[in-house]
C-alpha cells in the first residue's frame, strides 16, 4: 500500500510555493480556509488574501475584477458550491467573460464522507465540463497538485481544479511530469486500459494488479485534465488496447466517462464500461467505505474491466 | 465640489435627449431592445462618459482608466449609444445592435466589444465586480495620471456602477455591499438608477425595497440622493462621491422610467418591448420637441 499524504495540506503548501513565485497571484476565500487549507497562503501574504464571508456568488464575482485587473485570483470553497451556488457568475463571468479566475474546488467528490450527501461533489464534473472556454483538471495524488498548480497559474483562462479532503495514496514521485491536457500512462498493459481520475487512479492500479493475477494484461492511464480531453491518447488506448473502463468519484453521468465515450463513439469505436456513482445521493460514512459501497470499489474496477474485455469482438 | 456652467449642463443634458432619440431608432429597428431603463439612465451615462470618467476612447485598455461597469445590463442601447459618440467605434455601428455578427450583443459582451468592462444581464454582479477591481486598484497604487477627466479630477483611477433598481432584489449585490464596505474601497461608487419600476410592476409592489437609502448606510455606504435627470445634480454627486474617503459611495438617482416619452413613462410594459411604427413616430416627435427645448 503506498503512503498515504493529505491533500490539502499539499495544496496549502503549493500554494505559499505559487505566492513566492508570482506577485499577481492573489487567493480569496469564502470563510472555509482552515478547511481547504488557503489559510497557509493568508498567513504567508495576508495583504493578498480575501475573505469575503459565506458568500459564493460574491466570491467568484469579486474573484471576477481582480482577474479583469491583471490578477491571478485562486478562488477556494468547497466543489458543490462552485459548481451549483456560484454556477451563474462562473458560466457568465469566468467562461463568456473570459475572466482567468482559478476554481479551487475543495472536497470533491464524496471525500468530506462524514457531512453527508449536502456536502458531496459528485455533479460537479459534468457541470463544469458542460461550460464552454473551462478547463477542468483532477490531480491523483499530492505530488500532481505540486506539479499542476503552477501551471493552473500560467494558463490562459478559467480553470475548475478539483481537489481530495483526504489522505491520499501517494503515486508519483519527483519523476512525474504532468501536463495540463495531456493523459499518461501509468502501468503497461494490452487487454484493456483503465482510464482513472482523482483518487480513483489509485483504485485501477489495484484493480490491474488483480486482473493481472486472471490473466488480463490491463493498461492504466491517467486522466487529470478533464477538459480538454486528451483525445489522441484515449483513442491510441481503444486502438491498443480495444476496451475501456474509466473510473471517477463522481455521478456516472457527464464525467470522465461520458467525455470519453464521446470522443472514441466518434473516433474509434470499442466498448466503454463506466465506473462511477450510479445516479443517485449517497450518504454519511467513513470516506473508503462510501466508495465501495456506491460503486467505486476496486471489485467494481474490476467487474468492468472483466467485461470490457469480454464484450471485445 | 467643482464648478459646472450652466452650458455645460445643457450641453449634457441635450445630448443624453439625443442619445434617447437614437437608441429609439435602434430598438425600432431591431424590433428588440429596452427602452423603459434605457431612458431612464441617460443622463447618468452621459454624465459618466462625457464629463466625469478619465478614459480614452483609444485605448480602453489603458490600466489608470476609470471603471465603468454596467451592471443593468439590459439598458444597453444606451451604453452603446454613449460609447459609439464618445469615440469607442463608429456610430453607424450602432445599427447593427442586435443582429447578427455585430459587436453588440444583446446584453453587453466584454471580449466582443473593448470598452465593455462586463458582461451584464444576469443582474446584481457589478458591485461584487467592482469589489475585485477596486481591490486590484489599490493593490497597485497607480500614481496619479497627467492625464485627468474633463471634471479636472487628477485621483487615481476609480470603479463606477451603475445599477438598476429591480436588480438590487438580488442577494448577491448586498453580499457585494458589506464586502466594498469590509475592505474600506473609497475608489468604488455606485450610481443607483431609481426609476421604481421593473419588467412586471413597480418595485414597491413586486419587491418592496424601501428605506432605501436607510439600506445603503446600513451596509456602510455613503449615501446621497438626488434627482436623476438633473445634469447638475448628477455632477456634483459625483464629484462629492470622489472625496468619500475608506468606504465606498452611492448615488440613489430618483428617475423616471421610459423618461421622455408621455406613453411610456412609469409603464413597466415598456420594459422590454419594441415600438410599432406608429408608436415609433409618436415617441420621435416627443423626444425631437424635448431636445429643442435644450437647443434654444
Given amino acids: ?313 | 465640489m467643482h464648478y459646472h456652467s450652466e452650458s455645460l449642463i445643457r450641453d449634457l443634458s441635450a445630448k443624453a435627449q439625443s442619445f434617447r432619440i437614437h437608441v429609439l431608432k435602434m430598438v425600432y429597428n431591431a424590433q428588440s431592445g429596452h427602452l423603459g431603463g434605457a431612458f431612464s439612465v441617460a443622463e447618468i451615462l452621459t454624465a459618466l462618459f462625457f464629463h466625469h470618467l478619465r478614459l480614452d476612447p483609444l485605448r480602453p485598455d489603458w490600466p489608470e482608466r476609470d471603471r465603468l461597469l454596467f451592471s443593468k445590463g439590459h439598458a444597453c442601447a444606451m451604453l452603446y449609444t454613449a460609447m459609439a459618440y464618445r469615440g469607442f467605434f463608429p456610430v453607424e455601428e450602432l445599427m447593427t445592435f442586435r443582429q447578427l455578427d455585430s459587436r453588440l450583443q444583446g446584453h453587453p459582451d466584454r471580449v466582443k466589444l473593448p470598452g465593455v468592462e462586463i458582461c451584464a444581464g444576469p443582474l446584481g454582479q457589478g458591485v461584487a465586480i467592482g469589489v475585485g477591481m477596486a481591490l486590484a486598484l489599490r493593490m497597485d497604487q497607480p500614481k496619479p495620471s497627467a492625464i485627468t477627466a474633463p471634471s479636472a479630477r487628477a485621483s487615481r483611477a476609480r470603479v463606477y456602477v451603475v445599477l438598476g433598481d429591480g436588480e438590487i432584489n438580488a442577494g448577491v449585490v448586498w453580499e457585494g455591499a458589506m464586502a466594498a464596505a469590509k475592505y474600506r474601497l473609497g475608489n468604488l461608487a455606485a450610481i443607483l438608477d431609481y426609476n421604481g419600476v421593473q419588467q412586471t410592476g413597480a418595485v414597491a409592489d413586486v419587491m418592496p425595497m424601501e428605506p432605501v437609502a436607510a439600506k445603503w448606510e446600513a451596509f456602510g455606504w455613503h449615501v446621497q440622493e438626488i434627482d436623476g435627470h438633473n445634469m447638475g445634480e448628477i455632477l456634483s454627486a459625483l464629484d462629492r462621491a470622489d472625496e468619500v474617503h475608506a468606504r465606498p459611495s452611492i448615488i440613489i438617482a430618483h428617475t423616471t422610467k421610459g423618461k421622455g416619452v408621455s406613453f411610456m413613462e412609469y409603464d413597466n410594459r415598456w420594459h422590454g418591448m419594441p415600438p410599432t411604427k406608429e408608436q415609433y413616430e409618436r415617441a420621435l416627435a416627443e423626444l425631437e420637441e424635448g431636445l429643442k427645448a435644450w437647443q434654444n
Avoid at chain 1, 9 to 20: D, F, H, I, S, W
Avoid at chain 1, 123 to 146: E, F, W
Avoid at chain 1, 181 to 199: P, S
Fill in chain 1, 1 to 313: 500500500m503506498a503512503e498515504l499524504v493529505l491533500m490539502r495540506k499539499a495544496y496549502g503548501e503549493a500554494l505559499v510555493q505559487l505566492g513566492r513565485d508570482n506577485p499577481n497571484v492573489v487567493v480569496l476565500s469564502a470563510d472555509v480556509s482552515n478547511s481547504d487549507f488557503s489559510y497557509m497562503f493568508q498567513e504567508a501574504f495576508p495583504d493578498r488574501f480575501f475573505n469575503v464571508g459565506i458568500a459564493e456568488q460574491c466570491l467568484v464575482d469579486v474573484a471576477v475584477g481582480l482577474a479583469y485587473s491583471g490578477k491571478i485570483p485562486f478562488a477556494n470553497t468547497f466543489a458543490f458550491l462552485l459548481a451549483t451556488r456560484a454556477l451563474e457568475m462562473v458560466r457568465t463571468h469566468c467562461c463568456y467573460g473570459e475572466a482567468n479566475v482559478k476554481l479551487m474546488a475543495a472536497y470533491g467528490g464524496v471525500s468530506d464522507s462524514f457531512d453527508g450527501p449536502t456536502h458531496h461533489a459528485i455533479t460537479d464534473i459534468a457541470i463544469m465540463r458542460s461550460l464552454p472556454n473551462m478547463t477542468v483538471v483532477v490531480p491523483s495524488d499530492t505530488v500532481a497538485v505540486a506539479k499542476l498548480l503552477p501551471q493552473v497559474a500560467d494558463w490562459q483562462g478559467p480553470v475548475y481544479f478539483r481537489m481530495n479532503r483526504n489522505e491520499v495514496p501517494m503515486l508519483f514521485d519527483h519523476t512525474y511530469e504532468p501536463r495540463i491536457g495531456k493523459a499518461a500512462d501509468v502501468r503497461r498493459g494490452k487487454d484493456v486500459t483503465l482510464i482513472g481520475t482523482g483518487l480513483m487512479l489509485s483504485r485501477c492500479l489495484e484493480a490491474a494488479e488483480m486482473l493481472a493475477s486472471e490473466g488480463i494484461d490491463a493498461r492504466v492511464m491517467e486522466i487529470h485534465t478533464i477538459k480538454p480531453l486528451d483525445a489522441d491518447a484515449v483513442v491510441r488506448s481503444a486502438r491498443e488496447t480495444g476496451a475501456l473502463v474509466t473510473a471517477e468519484e463522481h455521478n456516472i453521468i457527464g464525467g470522465l466517462g461520458a467525455a470519453v465515450t464521446e470522443v472514441v463513439s466518434d473516433a474509434y469505436p470499442v466498448p466503454v464500461k463506466r465506473v462511477g456513482i450510479p445516479d443517485r445521493f449517497t450518504e454519511t460514512g467513513p470516506y473508503a467505505a462510501l466508495l465501495d459501497r456506491y460503486g467505486m470499489a476496486v471489485m467494481d474496477v474490476v467487474r468492468a474491466a472483466r467485461a470490457a474485455v469480454a464484450a471485445k469482438k
